[in-house]
């Protein structure tokens, strides 16, 4: 496999680790059981994140956002809350999805690596040398397929869309700044974001 692409998305991520290499590895066997690109629009694919809040490894999704092009921007990933390291990846032409789950196949070899017992005594990740984030993120890069991830088979999947992409920006009549028309809410006589409006959402 191409290392660049993994440099590019701790680049993107913005630092080295273990969970956005394995996020990386899991959205290229997405793609590639989908035979699909990664996406620059959000009509393609769709993607689903098992990934929880507040949880360690949720750099996970940043690997998968990074290599399929499915990202909070465009709207088309979603984060099911359920703490997994999984994903769902959906094409919405021609209906059809694949979920890739993290195998712990080399989870014990990341543990013991220099860089997690330092993490482990309390050393922040940017007093660490980078060979030694490196050489953590490369157990799982370099790992066999099957010791990292298990992949799932091709499935249907039905795709409906619940509401086209709503166009168009107004000024919110309190603050001036920009917002999406859906998102503007009636106060009296006049038309406010939603933290002016006082509504919570
Ligand atoms: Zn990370
Ligand atoms: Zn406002």
């Not at 290392?3 to 899991?26: D, P, Q, T, Y």
């Not at 979920?99 to 543990?111: C, E, F, N, Q, T």
């Not at 050489?135 to 992949?151: H, Q």
Request: glycine letters at 10%; aromatic letters at 8%.
């Amino acid at each position: 496999m191409d290392k660049e692409v993994l440099k590019k998305a701790f680049e993107f991520h913005g630092h080295i680790c273990w969970a956005s290499a394995a996020g990386v590895r899991a959205g290229l066997a997405a793609l590639r059981e989908l035979d699909v690109q990664r996406t620059g629009s959000s009509d393609e694919l769709h993607c689903k994140v098992e990934i929880g809040e507040n949880h360690g490894a949720q750099c996970f999704a940043d690997g998968v956002q990074y290599v399929t092009g499915c990202t909070l921007g465009k709207g088309n990933i979603e984060k099911t809350g359920w703490g997994k390291l999984a994903l769902t990846l959906i094409d919405k032409k021609i209906e059809k999805a694949v979920r890739i789950s993290y195998k712990p196949g080399r989870h014990k070899m990341i543990a013991e690596s220099s860089f997690m017992r330092k993490r482990g005594q309390g050393v922040p990740p940017t007093q660490i040398p980078p060979e030694e984030a490196w050489e953590m993120a490369d157990i799982v890069w370099e790992a066999p397929e099957s010791e990292v991830l298990t992949v799932g088979s091709v499935q249907e999947y039905r795709w409906e869309d619940d509401f086209g992409e709503i166009m168009g920006l107004t000024p919110c009549s309190h603050c001036g700044e920009l917002v999406s028309k859906v998102y503007l809410r009636v106060v009296g006589e006049k038309h406010m974001c939603i933290p002016c409006s006082g509504y919570e959402r």
